[in-house]
């Protein structure tokens, strides 16, 4: 039979798990610890943006105490202090010297005509989840400098219903399995198994300033975190303000609301104001985050 990506992969030495530590991630954890799936992961990692919200880390807490194999927890620093640094251009058109902001988010960008440039160049995914756990992998496997062998599975937590956020590996010494797509299990499956089993619902897993939340998120980060939803405020205000400040040679106003007007202004329950979600992040999230 043809082997597919819906199918499980050729057994290789080492079995890790990417916990986002979201319900679909926490599902698959929590599924391998009674055996559902085989074989036993030898770890689990969880990438820490040193920004989710404490009900997250609380959590995690919980879960590594339920799981029979161990979860690390990585981290390439504190996600909103690097988005807010001020970085200095060096062989820039613009000239050497200018101060600007990087876009590590996906922020949206307002032009001065009133164009909105939806979800800017984005690289916290890639930057503060996948780098740190291919890094923590390569040490704790062994991986040698140039190794071409598939000595890693690589277990992602990505639901059969977000199926277009699968992506092959970016290197040649692991392979990808995707147990929920396999399974056919949607997110709301793996509520319904957590449920079954007598097992708490995951918080959502995701950094409390994503803009990547739809108003849904928003709205309930604001009734049932207003600390955390204060804080979004504030980093949006501040990342505004100090993208102005040091511009870097673009001419943009940078929101985490896809409205651009600034987050305390939103009014989520608007049909104007909703459709956060866009394809930028279904196609390039990868299931690291666990939004
Ligand atoms: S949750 Fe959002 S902001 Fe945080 S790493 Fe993922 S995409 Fe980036």
């Known amino acids: 039979m ?3 990506y819906f199918d499980e992969p050729p057994k290789t030495k080492w079995n890790v798990l990417s916990l986002g530590a979201g319900v679909q991630s926490s599902t698959l954890a929590l599924m391998a610890a009674k055996g559902e799936v085989t074989p036993m992961p030898d770890f689990a990692i969880f990438a820490d943006t040193q920004s ?10 919980w879960l590594e105490k339920q799981l029979p194999f161990p979860v690390y927890r990585v981290t390439n620093g ?28 996906p922020v949206y960008g307002l032009l001065k005509n009133g164009e909105v440039k939806p979800a800017l160049g984005r690289s916290c995914t890639a930057d503060f989840k996948v ?31 977000e199926m277009q956020r699968m992506k092959l590996p970016s290197n040649k010494w692991t392979q990808h399995r995707w147990v929920l797509v396999e399974k056919k299990m949607t997110r ?9 089993n007598g097992f708490p619902e995951p918080p959502r897993s995701a950094c409390y300033f994503c803009p990547f939340h739809d108003n849904d998120e928003w709205r309930r980060l604001k009734t049932d975190d207003p600390d955390h939803f204060k804080k979004a405020v504030e980093f949006d205000k501040t990342y505004r ?17 896809k409205s651009c007007k600034p987050l305390d202004q939103v009014d989520f329950s608007n049909e104007e104001d909703r459709g ?7 196609s390039e999230c990868e299931g690291m985050c666990g939004l």
């Open 2 to 4: 043809v082997k597919t």
């Open 131 to 161: 780098a740190p756990i291919l890094k923590e992998i390569r040490k704790l496997c062994g991986i040698k400098r140039g190794q071409k062998e598939v000595t890693v599975t690589q277990w992602i937590g990505i639901s059969y219903d």
């Open 188 to 196: 709301s499956h793996c509520k319904e198994w957590l449920k079954r």
């Open 52 to 61: 989710e919200p404490e009900s997250v880390y609380k959590w995690l807490d």
């Open 78 to 105: 504190d996600l909103k202090a690097e988005t807010l640094k001020i970085r200095t251009k060096t062989k820039s058109i613009y000239g050497d010297g200018i101060p600007y902001l990087r876009t590590l988010i």
């Open 241 to 257: 303000k100090l993208q102005n400040e040091n511009p870097g040679g673009f001419n943009i106003e940078v929101y985490l609301h």
């Open 276 to 282: 956060q979600l866009g394809f930028d992040f279904q």
